[in-house]
């Protein structure tokens, strides 16, 4: 670790040689962190660096493995949220914690509410109470409005109107800007400067540059679990900054290989907008290539993709595959010949209680049996046939999909659009929760598909992925195509640009 922040001064909350370690993943180790009070700092990193995990260590809903925590110099213990509240430690996650059927004042003081002297609630003082906290933060909310009646925005400034009333010293914000309008923004930086103001140390998670340089202090970059460096905001720039969150030394776990140049339009889309926070995407995937869709999580990538697959409605533009326009739900856009390979695999690709021989099946039965009669020996040469292109293993077609390892079925749910017929795939994080050796399989099947004349659209939150698997790749930044790279272009740290302030 280096640290250029001069060492003056005792930190309100210190985090020393903090380890964290899931099956088979090392979340943390040895990370280091110091909270000032009066100060914001900024917490950088890409998807997977570790932030989310630190802070959940800092709120108590993880346990550290090891390391230890300090409040004003003195030893301290957190294994639980009630451990971090008693100290004044407060969490905004991106998934708010209200309650949609009970008012703004219930939600700040739920389960701590004030009571009369025959112990009844005491609903006047508690909406005096509420309208206190929120005027704290120059907000005149309606304390007897419903949390499911308030937009995202109004109802993060309840979060930490909640915060307060607990008397946080430290508070977290993990994205706090994701899903809200520029205005909206500028309310909760006024908000920020009046906790700063008032002495709370804030730790803010962000990856927007602008708002590292407008809000911050101090800047801790993670890196692959590990802290990077720690430094004044100001002793920064955004190209530093970036280079220290990709600085690793890239090991290319997939040698690609090149087939030439591209064939025909399998998917053209022009200016998607969709109710999910889609803006006027326009991409284009040829048949014998690997376009990647890269981003930032919450960028729209996956949106983008299901609008495509016809799981979303398209407000306005169109989508082209193979020259037709998509006009339908998925069971049409798969007999058009588009297989997606979804994010969360489990939920959406698989019937897990169901056997490797119906997964793989399932969407191809149509093709197999035009005529509706189903033939067993047919069907067993089909399977047979998937299951050693494919090597999936074990390679008994009996075996029920939920046992298999994540490689495997992850194979099963390439295997089902295989026999399908499809020719445009689209990948969304095919390799997340599986191992290295599982991943280059996945690759060299998703090499094949092109090598045989298929189209494939990857979305990868693995930068290296991005990087050394595609032969272009568009970069999405707040439901918008930030810019599109080509090959000899195609770098980490161009990502991370476009990605994270668009230029």
């Given at each position: 670790m280096e640290t250029t922040i001069p060492t003056d001064g005792v930190p309100l909350l210190e985090l020393r040689k903090i380890c964290k370690s899931f099956p088979g993943v090392r979340a943390l180790t040895d990370v280091d962190l110091q909270l000032y009070a009066?100060?914001?700092?900024?917490?950088?990193?890409?998807?997977?660096?570790?932030?989310?995990?630190?802070?959940?260590v800092l709120f108590g809903a993880y346990r550290a493995d090891s390391g230890e925590f300090f409040s004003n110099g003195q030893p301290i213990t957190i294994e639980s949220p009630a451990d971090a509240k008693r100290l004044g430690i407060a969490v905004i996650f991106q998934e708010f914690s209200l309650v949609p059927h009970l008012t703004i004042a219930q939600n700040i003081y739920l389960g701590r509410e004030p009571r009369n002297r025959f112990g009844l609630i005491d609903h006047r003082k508690m909406h005096l109470d509420a309208r206190a906290a929120l005027e704290e933060l120059g907000l005149a909310y309606d304390t007897h409005a419903y949390a499911a009646d308030l937009g995202v925005a109004q109802q993060q400034m309840v979060e930490i109107a909640k915060a307060l009333s607990h008397h946080a010293r430290v508070v977290v914000m993990d994205e706090p800007t994701a899903a809200i309008s520029d205005r909206e923004a500028e309310a909760l930086f006024s908000v920020v400067r009046k906790l700063r103001e008032s002495g709370v140390a804030i730790v803010y998670i962000s990856h927007r540059m602008k708002e590292v340089f407008d809000l911050g202090d101090r800047v801790t970059v993670l890196r692959d679990g590990r802290l990077v460096q720690s430094m004044l905001a100001t002793a920064a720039t955004p190209d530093e900054l970036i280079a220290l969150m990709v600085g690793r030394a890239v090991g290319t776990v997939y040698k690609r290989q090149y087939f030439g140049e591209p064939g025909k339009v399998a998917l053209d889309v022009r200016q998607l907008t969709t109710t999910t926070g889609v803006r006027g995407v326009d991409l284009q995937v040829r048949c014998g290539e690997i376009v990647g869709l890269s981003g930032l999580v919450g960028a729209g990538r996956t949106e983008v993709v299901r609008a495509v697959f016809g799981a979303d409605p398209i407000q306005t533009g169109q989508v082209t595959v193979f020259g037709e326009a998509v006009t339908g739900g998925p069971h049409k856009v798969a007999a058009m010949g588009v297989g997606l390979i979804p994010e969360n695999r489990k939920q959406e690709g698989l019937a897990l209680k169901r056997s490797v021989h119906e997964n793989l099946l399932t969407s191809s039965l149509w093709k197999l049996f035009p005529r509706g009669w189903y033939q067993a020996e047919k069907a067993r040469s089909a399977t047979k046939a998937l299951i050693d292109s494919l090597r999936i293993a074990p390679g008994d077609p009996n075996k029920c999909a939920r046992v298999l390892s994540g490689g495997n079925q992850q194979k099963i749910v390439i295997g089902k659009w295989l026999s399908a017929g499809c020719r445009l795939f689209i990948f969304d994080e095919p390799t997340r929760g599986i191992d290295i050796g599982a991943k280059t399989e996945?690759?060299?099947?998703?090499?094949?598909?092109?090598?045989?004349?298929a189209a494939v659209l990857l979305i990868s939150s693995e930068l290296t992925e991005i990087v050394h698997v595609c032969d272009r790749a568009y970069v999405m930044r707040e439901g918008v195509v930030s810019g599109e790279l080509p090959r000899e272009n195609l770098s980490e740290q161009n990502i991370l640009r476009l990605a994270m302030h668009g230029s």
């Amino acid at each position: 670790m280096e640290t250029t922040i001069p060492t003056d001064g005792v930190p309100l909350l210190e985090l020393r040689k903090i380890c964290k370690s899931f099956p088979g993943v090392r979340a943390l180790t040895d990370v280091d962190l110091q909270l000032y009070a009066g100060e914001v700092h900024m917490l950088l990193g890409e998807n997977g660096a570790g932030k989310s995990s630190l802070m959940k260590v800092l709120f108590g809903a993880y346990r550290a493995d090891s390391g230890e925590f300090f409040s004003n110099g003195q030893p301290i213990t957190i294994e639980s949220p009630a451990d971090a509240k008693r100290l004044g430690i407060a969490v905004i996650f991106q998934e708010f914690s209200l309650v949609p059927h009970l008012t703004i004042a219930q939600n700040i003081y739920l389960g701590r509410e004030p009571r009369n002297r025959f112990g009844l609630i005491d609903h006047r003082k508690m909406h005096l109470d509420a309208r206190a906290a929120l005027e704290e933060l120059g907000l005149a909310y309606d304390t007897h409005a419903y949390a499911a009646d308030l937009g995202v925005a109004q109802q993060q400034m309840v979060e930490i109107a909640k915060a307060l009333s607990h008397h946080a010293r430290v508070v977290v914000m993990d994205e706090p800007t994701a899903a809200i309008s520029d205005r909206e923004a500028e309310a909760l930086f006024s908000v920020v400067r009046k906790l700063r103001e008032s002495g709370v140390a804030i730790v803010y998670i962000s990856h927007r540059m602008k708002e590292v340089f407008d809000l911050g202090d101090r800047v801790t970059v993670l890196r692959d679990g590990r802290l990077v460096q720690s430094m004044l905001a100001t002793a920064a720039t955004p190209d530093e900054l970036i280079a220290l969150m990709v600085g690793r030394a890239v090991g290319t776990v997939y040698k690609r290989q090149y087939f030439g140049e591209p064939g025909k339009v399998a998917l053209d889309v022009r200016q998607l907008t969709t109710t999910t926070g889609v803006r006027g995407v326009d991409l284009q995937v040829r048949c014998g290539e690997i376009v990647g869709l890269s981003g930032l999580v919450g960028a729209g990538r996956t949106e983008v993709v299901r609008a495509v697959f016809g799981a979303d409605p398209i407000q306005t533009g169109q989508v082209t595959v193979f020259g037709e326009a998509v006009t339908g739900g998925p069971h049409k856009v798969a007999a058009m010949g588009v297989g997606l390979i979804p994010e969360n695999r489990k939920q959406e690709g698989l019937a897990l209680k169901r056997s490797v021989h119906e997964n793989l099946l399932t969407s191809s039965l149509w093709k197999l049996f035009p005529r509706g009669w189903y033939q067993a020996e047919k069907a067993r040469s089909a399977t047979k046939a998937l299951i050693d292109s494919l090597r999936i293993a074990p390679g008994d077609p009996n075996k029920c999909a939920r046992v298999l390892s994540g490689g495997n079925q992850q194979k099963i749910v390439i295997g089902k659009w295989l026999s399908a017929g499809c020719r445009l795939f689209i990948f969304d994080e095919p390799t997340r929760g599986i191992d290295i050796g599982a991943k280059t399989e996945i690759f060299n099947l998703i090499e094949n598909l092109i090598k045989d004349g298929a189209a494939v659209l990857l979305i990868s939150s693995e930068l290296t992925e991005i990087v050394h698997v595609c032969d272009r790749a568009y970069v999405m930044r707040e439901g918008v195509v930030s810019g599109e790279l080509p090959r000899e272009n195609l770098s980490e740290q161009n990502i991370l640009r476009l990605a994270m302030h668009g230029s």
